[in-house]
């Protein structure tokens, strides 16, 4: 005889998964608007995706062209990739970031031996885990080697993040006005924006005219930067894009870098390149600054590195900046700095890429959709401005005289974008996910993914046209 309870087990039944309706009420009741959603006045709830498409909780799908803001250059639900992070998974997904592990090792060298070989400078490479904390850990970086410098210069229309530090070197006043500054707000310089300088001047022209008025800074004490005496520079370092990304996907004059980097060496100021969302072949090259012929300092790096499955970003600077004897242990510290999932992914897109020609690849596609783009600059008079390198585009939308900006209609083309009616052929309907950026927000950015096929180019300017002609009749 026994006391022991016999316990009638029964399966458990799984709850049914929530309707669209449901989710939107529960999303407007318990979620934050302030991590960015909201833009739009009813975002989609997308429900999977694949190579260049997501798609909603209905099916209907949508060709991405601006792939989660860059982070994605590979193509959603990349089947190489995503096994790196299964392999990872299974074998060590997490450890602590005061111990080693093999991934975050090859990783760093692969990173640092492309940019000894592309700059000739030897440099280390120092992980973190977003965009805007690899850009606080290089305001560290700088002003440890600076000597304790709190100053940095930034362009207007540049973009490095909404952290404290990292709103401090952001042109745009929104992100501070609320929360205040972070130690000193940075002296913000004007970008070699061609379609928006001096008319009449060729585009190299307007690049040495740029460079020159901020050469001016130094001519005399009373500019508030130089002292002449001293031969001491306020200003530690200048945080630059070279593509704006934020700022409308602005492409510089080709001999703008190289001169401003004179003026810098020249006054010991430190060059911080942030290619977080140009870097991992975006423009055609491995970092988007290789196009002009400088050597940086310090390049900050993220989003791409692991086509968007694990946060991971992180920094190169050149070794006498970030040596241990200058830069120990514990000067910064994340505990999702260098995770083992992030860096194993990163590292097979690292082979990836070195395998693969994506060079010439994404070369003769950004040709061929600027080429398409052009055409129908041509055609319609509210496009003022088209540009492109790489896969990084730009169409800047304009009143009819081609020049004043256009916010309204840009607004209205993203908006009908979305709604998921545009003619895809053969009798099926699409979305089409777009971005606005710019400093009179009037620019679509169009960041597709590297993998996008010569037919959804095709597709890609089908559905813009059908969207421009729409917006011309209101």
């Not at 640092?112 to 560290?140: M, P, W």
Request: with cysteine.
């Amino acid at each position: 005889m026994t006391n022991a309870v016999k316990i009638k087990t029964q399966p458990v039944s799984q709850p049914a998964a929530l309707t669209e309706s449901e989710l939107r009420v529960l999303e407007r009741e318990y979620c934050s608007f302030g991590d960015t959603v909201h833009y739009l006045e009813r975002p989609p709830i997308f429900a999977r995706c694949e190579g260049s498409w997501v798609y909603d909780m209905e099916g209907m799908p949508f060709l991405d062209l601006q792939m989660w803001y860059s982070a994605v250059n590979f193509g959603y639900a990349n089947t190489r990739l995503s096994a790196a992070v299964k392999r990872q998974l299974e074998a060590l997904p997490q450890v602590a970031s005061q111990y080693l592990h093999r991934e975050k090792i090859e990783l760093a060298a692969r990173l640092a031996r492309h940019n000894q070989q592309a700059f000739g400078r030897k440099g280390r490479i120092h992980f973190n885990v977003g965009g805007a904390q690899a850009i606080e850990d290089s305001l560290k970086l700088v002003r440890n080697f600076s000597g304790g410098k709190s100053l940095m210069f930034a362009f207007e229309g540049g973009y490095h993040g909404r952290t404290l530090g990292a709103s401090s070197i952001t042109s745009s006043y929104r992100y501070r006005r609320r929360f205040g500054h972070f130690g000193d707000r940075a002296q913000f310089i004007p970008f070699p924006y061609h379609f928006r300088g001096i008319k009449g001047m060729s585009k190299e022209d307007y690049g040495i005219y740029c460079v020159r008025q901020f050469e001016r800074l130094f001519e005399t004490e009373y500019h508030g930067v130089w002292d002449g005496k001293a031969g001491k520079c306020e200003y530690a370092a200048f945080y630059v894009e070279p593509v704006q990304a934020t700022g409308g996907y602005v492409i510089p004059p080709k001999n703008y870098f190289a001169e401003l980097k004179k003026v810098l060496d020249r006054y010991g100021i430190l060059l911080v390149v942030d290619e977080i969302q140009m870097g991992v072949f975006r423009t055609g090259k491995m970092w988007a600054i290789e196009h002009f012929g400088v050597t940086p300092d310090v390049i900050v790096f993220g989003k791409a590195i692991t086509n968007g499955l694990n946060p991971l970003s992180g920094l190169w600077a050149r070794e006498e900046m970030i040596n241990p004897q200058i830069f120990p242990p514990g000067s910064t510290h994340s505990t999702f700095a260098s995770n083992p999932i992030g860096t194993a992914v990163a590292l097979e897109t690292m082979k990836m890429i070195e395998e693969e020609d994506y060079a010439t690849m994404v070369t003769e596609k950004g040709a061929y959709f600027l080429a398409q783009l052009q055409d129908l600059q041509k055609r319609y008079r509210i496009i003022g401005d088209v540009d492109g390198l790489g896969l990084a585009l730009r169409l800047e939308i304009c009143a009819e005289d081609g020049f004043t900006p256009d916010r309204a209609a840009t607004d209205r083309i993203v908006d009908e974008a979305m709604k998921g009616d545009l003619d895809a052929g053969n009798g099926k309907r699409c979305g089409l996910v777009l971005d606005i950026g710019g400093y009179y927000k009037n620019v679509i950015t169009l960041a597709p993914a590297l993998t996008i096929t010569q037919g959804e180019i095709d597709l890609a300017i089908r559905l813009i046209d059908q969207l421009l002609a729409r917006v011309n009749k209101t």
